[in-house]
């Protein structure tokens, strides 16, 4: 059976996540295109040698009936209005995480989303990494016991930084907030493996690094070796044309944040994310009453320690491919069994959104600096 396929938002992870779904069985047509922006059309095109109908309003490609399948890549404050366009023109959705930026927004997709009978999958391309199915498998497995507490950060390469500092994240009302936009991968997998969601949560944080005095930086740390100045040289910059000054630019975004949370089911965890640092890690260290998993996905390094007198630490390397930890390949594999197939989504509507949760109240802990409880989140799915 053939599906019609149409993207809504073409730029570096909409391109990305199509070339290698296109390629994933010749059953899958890529119909239509729609994007703003001129130069992301036409690197679309070229990229994935298609000649699909470009429409200049979304709702036009949501019209065509070969197309059953919509993947939305647009900016995050443009999630909520096109996954909803979407299911009322009765097509399966894949979006991009977040699934949006106010915790109304999440909501009303939910809602909607219960009332028909469509398909939707959220763009966590980590949870689809062998490294973390590794460790959530080990979970399940018992291989440390019952989790007790544990420490996960996101710790971003210093260009990388810049480059969220720079372009249409540094904003809010594009993006939500760091937490919500880069994190809610981090807020996702931790509430997997802690199979259970926050209760309550507290966090600290700040924009204490990328600030107009801090300019001076790009100087000191000079050039790399392709003749790119420093915090301006993250590859996606060379694939989306100049950037804003990451020191200077209008953001209104932390660089760093720290939380706290506690889960239903009593496991407590610290989180740490920053934006500028040396040596970046996404990295796990869960305690168990039985044992201990150490684990970064930029290493790909996993290890297990049993609790004993004698056991001895136990390595795997869990790096298996490019992109996400090896996470966008196995999606698109299981994105096209969904579409060619009707196979269920790894992850969906209530992963996006309970990640989402988490980050706004999070974010409403460190903007008031109160302890902040979830119930009032989790009430908004009541109908
Ligand atoms: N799953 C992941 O690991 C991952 C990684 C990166 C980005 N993302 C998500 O993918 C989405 C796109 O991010 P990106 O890195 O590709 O950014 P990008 O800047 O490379 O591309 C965004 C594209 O969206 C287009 N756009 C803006 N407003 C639009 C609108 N109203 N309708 C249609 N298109 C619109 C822009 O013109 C641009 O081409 C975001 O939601 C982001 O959070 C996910």
Redesign the pocket.
């Known amino acids: 059976m053939a599906v019609g396929v149409g993207m809504?938002?073409?730029?570096?992870?909409?391109?990305?996540?199509a070339e290698r779904l296109l390629r994933q069985s010749p059953d899958i047509h890529l119909l239509g295109l729609?994007?703003?922006?001129e130069?992301?059309i036409q690197k679309t095109r070229d990229r994935l040698k298609t000649d699909a109908k470009v429409h200049d309003d979304?709702h036009a490609l949501l019209a065509d009936k070969d197309i059953q399948w919509v993947m939305?890549?647009?900016?995050?404050?443009?999630?909520h209005e096109?996954v909803l366009a979407a299911f009322d023109a009765g097509k399966h959705v894949f979006?991009?995480?977040?699934l949006a930026i106010t915790a109304e927004q999440c909501a009303e997709m939910y809602h909607r989303w219960k009332r028909t009978d469509r398909m939707f999958n959220i763009?966590?391309?980590?949870r689809y990494s062998p490294h973390y199915r590794k460790i959530n498998q080990l979970l399940r497995d018992g291989a440390i016991g019952k989790i007790v507490s544990f420490e996960f950060n996101e710790t971003l390469e210093f260009n990388h930084g810049g480059y969220i500092m720079g372009?249409?994240?540094r904003l809010t009302k594009n993006?939500g907030t760091h937490l919500l936009?880069?994190c809610c991968?981090d807020l996702d997998l931790a509430n997997w493996m802690v199979d259970s969601r926050a209760k309550r949560v507290a966090s600290f944080g700040g924009l204490d690094f990328f600030t107009p005095e801090n300019e001076k930086y790009i100087q000191k740390i000079g050039k790399n070796k392709e003749g790119r100045s420093a915090y301006c040289s993250w590859i996606?910059h060379s694939?989306?044309g100049p950037m804003v000054n990451p020191f200077t630019s209008d953001k209104d975004i932390i660089d760093n944040q720290v939380a706290i949370l506690e889960y239903e089911n009593g496991v407590r965890a610290t989180f740490h994310a920053n934006c500028n640092s040396a040596i970046p890690e996404r990295r796990m260290y869960i305690c168990g009453t039985e044992g201990l998993i150490r684990a970064d996905v930029l290493t790909g390094e996993l290890q297990l320690k049993r609790i004993g007198f004698d056991t001895e630490i136990e390595t795997l390397n869990t790096i298996e491919g490019e992109g996400?930890g090896g996470?966008?390949e196995i999606?698109a594999k299981e994105l096209a069994d969904s579409m060619l197939n009707g196979t269920e989504p790894s992850t969906g509507l209530e992963d996006g959104l309970t990640s989402a949760f988490t980050a706004f109240a999070i974010d409403e802990a460190m903007d008031t600096g109160k302890v902040v409880s979830l119930d009032k989140y989790w009430a908004l799915l009541n109908e």
């Open positions: 809504i938002g073409c730029g570096a992870m909409g391109i990305g996540i729609n994007d703003p922006q130069s992301s979304y939305i890549a647009s900016w995050n404050c443009f999630h096109q979006c991009q995480k977040p763009g966590f391309t980590l372009d249409w994240r993006a936009e880069k991968h996606a694939n989306f996400h996470g966008d999606l």
